[in-house]
């Protein structure tokens, strides 16, 4: 019998050592992402009293692909589809940790480095580069790859929120919740948090990421405050807990890329956050598999939304890498949500439907539905037991929470809820806002 996704990360956090961060990477996945911030499904638009119906709005797949068409319409000056079709920063390649022989002769061949950074807490550093005039993206990548085989060089490619659907939240069923439990704190990236909602009143956020400035935007509001969030109608699951707030988008065409992510793990590192929630998705790519290793290795719990693109759709990622806690989403009878990615990459299910959180601008409180928002609540009832990165204490973390979990047969683990659900409690119902 194959170990259980949970095992093999319980064994990675115990035995990884420097080489965890040199983790091979999947099958490249042939999905389209959806670009966070558009019209479309990201968009929390409805008043949580007009969104009480239990089926998936339209077609997921034709929105995706849409909105991704819409996005390369939009910006083609600084966008592209890779061969694949996922979506890339145009003309740029990000070499992790390349070796200086490589940059210069990458320069000879007329590559110029428009970013350096060293991510020293993970043992990487990472190199931006612009194509030379005239080269094309895909073929930029292929010389680099020729000039040092064993390189890790990819696209940077664009990932975006995992939400299928914009309106909800989960909360307590008696009310709004208490104190905290957890010490430490929660780190989340994604996109702009709305700092000024109610439901952070009282709690600390340390902010990351677009020059200091604030963009505010949906996505990464309801996320934070299925987190951290608290008011009289309202509560997270870790309500108060200090927020690590990393803002990848920015309002940018290009937010979202991977070399912002990994810029924004490299900080959760630096700031010492036990548990990230990454509730965003998008094809495998090299610079971000290493980074994810480096985390795994340190300690790091890297929750995230396993994606809605359907059952039978390949993996998504970051939830499909080793050791990252893949969460998928169910409603409020406990049945997986129909959209919602299937396969051992799903390690838990939390409530993903039927439910309320937080928004900007009013109403303040609208449904949500996707894996977006089940990822946040198993990413903060993980932060109450892994405050700061700590192998073995990740490890006993999983396993603590997956004895909570429930599940038909104890001894099963399913393709669709992986452990079990956890968090069933941790539900506002929209009937409490009408």
Same mark, same amino acid.
């Given at each position: 019998?194959?170990?259980?996704?949970?095992?093999?990360?319980?064994?990675?956090?115990?035995?990884?050592?420097?080489?965890?961060?040199?983790?091979?990477?999947?099958?490249?996945?042939?999905?389209?992402?959806?670009?966070?911030?558009?019209?479309?499904?990201?968009?929390?638009?409805?008043?949580?009293?007009?969104?009480?119906?239990?089926?998936?709005?339209?077609?997921?797949?034709?929105?995706?692909?849409?909105?991704?068409?819409?996005?390369?319409?939009?910006?083609?000056?600084?966008?592209?589809?890779?061969?694949?079709?996922?979506?890339?920063?145009?003309?740029?390649?990000?070499?992790?940790?390349?070796?200086?022989?490589?940059?210069?002769?990458?320069?000879?061949?007329?590559?110029?480095?428009?970013?350096?950074?060293?991510?020293?807490?993970?043992?990487?550093?990472?190199?931006?580069?612009?194509?030379?005039?005239?080269?094309?993206?895909?073929?930029?990548?292929?010389?680099?790859?020729?000039?040092?085989?064993?390189?890790?060089?990819?696209?940077?490619?664009?990932?975006?929120?995992?939400?299928?659907?914009?309106?909800?939240?989960? /909360?307590?069923? +008696?009310?709004?919740? %208490? =104190?905290?439990? $957890?010490? &430490?704190?929660?780190?989340?990236?994604?996109? *702009?948090? #709305?700092?000024g909602h109610e439901v952070f009143e009282g709690t600390a956020i340390e902010q990351f990421g677009c020059g200091g400035a604030h963009h505010p935007a949906p996505h990464g509001t309801a996320v934070a405050a299925l987190m951290v969030g608290r008011s009289e109608r309202f509560g997270g699951a870790a309500p108060g807990t200090r927020l690590y707030a990393a803002d990848i988008y920015c309002?940018?065409?290009?937010?979202?890329?991977?070399?912002?992510?990994?810029?924004?793990?490299?900080?959760?590192?630096?700031?010492?956050?036990?548990?990230?929630?990454?509730?965003?998705?998008?094809?495998?790519? /090299?610079?971000? +598999?290493?980074?994810? %290793? =480096?985390?795994? $290795?340190? &300690?790091?719990?890297?929750?995230?939304?396993? *994606?809605? #693109?359907?059952?039978?759709?390949?993996?998504?990622?970051?939830?499909?890498?080793?050791?990252?806690?893949?969460?998928?989403?169910?409603?409020?009878?406990?049945?997986?949500?129909?959209?919602?990615?299937?396969?051992?990459?799903?390690?838990?299910?939390?409530?993903?439907?039927?439910?309320?959180?937080?928004?900007?601008?009013?109403?303040?409180?609208?449904?949500?539905?996707?894996?977006?928002?089940?990822?946040?609540?198993?990413?903060?009832?993980?932060?109450?037991?892994?405050?700061?990165?700590?192998?073995?204490?990740?490890?006993?973390?999983?396993?603590?929470?997956?004895?909570?979990?429930?599940r038909a047969d104890a001894g099963s683990v399913s393709n669709a809820t992986g452990h079990g659900v956890v968090g069933a409690a941790l539900r506002t119902d929209p009937a409490r806002f009408r």
């Amino acid at each position: 019998m194959k170990p259980s996704r949970l095992a093999q990360a319980i064994a990675a956090l115990l035995l990884c050592g420097a080489g965890a961060a040199q983790a091979q990477l999947r099958l490249p996945s042939l999905n389209l992402p959806q670009p966070l911030g558009q019209p479309g499904l990201d968009s929390l638009v409805r008043p949580a009293e007009r969104l009480l119906d239990r089926a998936v709005p339209g077609d997921l797949g034709a929105l995706r692909l849409s909105g991704v068409t819409e996005l390369l319409r939009r910006h083609p000056n600084v966008l592209e589809a890779d061969p694949r079709g996922a979506v890339v920063v145009r003309a740029e390649i990000l070499a992790t940790s390349p070796a200086p022989a490589l940059l210069r002769a990458a320069g000879a061949l007329g590559f110029q480095v428009l970013r350096e950074e060293r991510f020293d807490d993970l043992g990487e550093s990472l190199v931006v580069l612009r194509a030379p005039a005239g080269m094309g993206t895909a073929d930029a990548l292929e010389r680099l790859r020729a000039l040092d085989p064993e390189g890790a060089f990819d696209f940077n490619h664009v990932y975006v929120g995992s939400a299928s659907a914009p309106l909800g939240g989960t /909360a307590p069923a +008696g009310g709004a919740a %208490g =104190a905290s439990t $957890a010490q &430490g704190g929660v780190g989340l990236i994604d996109s *702009g948090v #709305d700092t000024g909602h109610e439901v952070f009143e009282g709690t600390a956020i340390e902010q990351f990421g677009c020059g200091g400035a604030h963009h505010p935007a949906p996505h990464g509001t309801a996320v934070a405050a299925l987190m951290v969030g608290r008011s009289e109608r309202f509560g997270g699951a870790a309500p108060g807990t200090r927020l690590y707030a990393a803002d990848i988008y920015c309002d940018s065409p290009t937010g979202g890329s991977a070399d912002k992510i990994a810029t924004a793990l490299a900080w959760m590192a630096r700031q010492g956050v036990g548990v990230v929630n990454l509730s965003l998705v998008g094809p495998p790519n /090299a610079t971000l +598999g290493r980074m994810v %290793g =480096a985390m795994v $290795a340190r &300690g790091h719990l890297l929750v995230a939304a396993v *994606g809605n #693109d359907g059952p039978a759709a390949p993996p998504l990622y970051p939830a499909s890498y080793p050791g990252v806690v893949g969460v998928s989403g169910v409603d409020r009878a406990g049945r997986p949500l129909p959209e919602a990615a299937r396969g051992p990459q799903v390690m838990f299910a939390a409530p993903g439907s039927q439910m309320v959180s937080a928004a900007p601008g009013a109403p303040p409180y609208r449904q949500v539905r996707g894996t977006s928002f089940a990822a946040p609540i198993v990413a903060a009832l993980l932060a109450q037991s892994l405050p700061r990165p700590d192998r073995a204490a990740a490890a006993q973390a999983l396993a603590a929470l997956a004895r909570q979990a429930a599940r038909a047969d104890a001894g099963s683990v399913s393709n669709a809820t992986g452990h079990g659900v956890v968090g069933a409690a941790l539900r506002t119902d929209p009937a409490r806002f009408r």
